[in-house]
């Protein structure tokens, strides 16, 4: 079974300051991998995905095959990037849709 | 952007009651959708797969006599929790993939349940 951990629940910068937020996972096949947010009082949404190696907002992510990480990280934190961030793991298949999250971390940019 | 709705957003029951949560795609047709548990303070976790026309695959652990789910519709999918009990307080969040677009799910807003 996959699995995906977050390993800091909380993490505060300051604005400015660049950022990371860690996600590692665990799967023994090829997985697609996403990360959400989820701002104050707002549903989730989604963030970016691996496969479209887009940057939003200005945080991007790598997939690093070899050390099972998708690190999602931006050089200058804005005070609105304050809210929950989810990665999450897609296994593909027969497991179409279907998502595995993690614990999530809650960033605090402060001004 | 496409939308993603669920009534209601919140509901209080007693002990033994059934509670049904809709969750609606407002403005795309959704072949597929998502149910997921969520605890204070945890992560998501998936409950169950809703297809269009088809029966509920249910993820190991979640008991598919307690929680019942229909998509009767590709804009409708319901989740019926049955007698109910203070353990399955929670929330609720379901997500629908849009069939035109299959890699984009979306969320909705959540529904909390309180059962006394």
């Known amino acids: 079974a996959q699995r995906v951990t977050q390993p800091e629940k909380l993490l505060s910068v300051f604005k400015g300051a660049p950022v990371e937020l860690k996600c590692n996972y665990s799967y023994s096949g090829s997985p697609e991998l996403f990360w959400y947010v989820q701002y104050s009082r707002q549903r989730l949404q989604l963030l970016l995905r691996h496969i479209s190696r887009e940057s939003i907002k200005g945080f991007t992510a790598d997939l690093n095959k070899g050390e099972t990480s998708f690190h999602l990280k931006k050089p200058f934190a804005q005070e609105e990037d304050s809210a929950m961030y989810y990665c999450?793991?897609?296994?593909?298949?027969?497991?179409?849709?279907?998502?595995?999250f993690g614990q999530g971390t809650i960033l605090t940019v402060h001004p | 952007g496409a939308v993603v709705s669920q009534h209601p957003s919140r509901v209080i029951c007693k002990s033994g009651t059934s509670v049904k949560i809709e969750c609606r795609s407002l403005d795309f047709q959704a072949t597929t959708m998502f149910w997921y548990r969520q605890f204070p303070k945890q992560s998501l976790m998936l409950m169950a797969t809703?297809?269009?026309?088809?029966?509920?695959?249910?993820e190991q652990g979640v008991e598919k006599d307690k929680f019942l789910i229909n998509h009767a519709s590709l804009t409708l999918s319901t989740l019926t929790v049955t007698s109910a009990h203070p353990e399955d307080s929670s929330f609720y969040i379901c997500?629908?993939?849009?069939?035109?677009?299959?890699?984009?799910?979306?969320f909705g807003p959540g529904t909390r349940l309180l059962v006394l």
């Open positions: 809703s297809n269009e026309g088809s029966k509920a695959t249910y």
């Open positions: 997500s629908a993939i849009n069939q035109g677009r299959k890699e984009t799910q979306y």
């Open positions: 999450a793991l897609e296994a593909g298949g027969t497991s179409y849709g279907k998502l595995t």
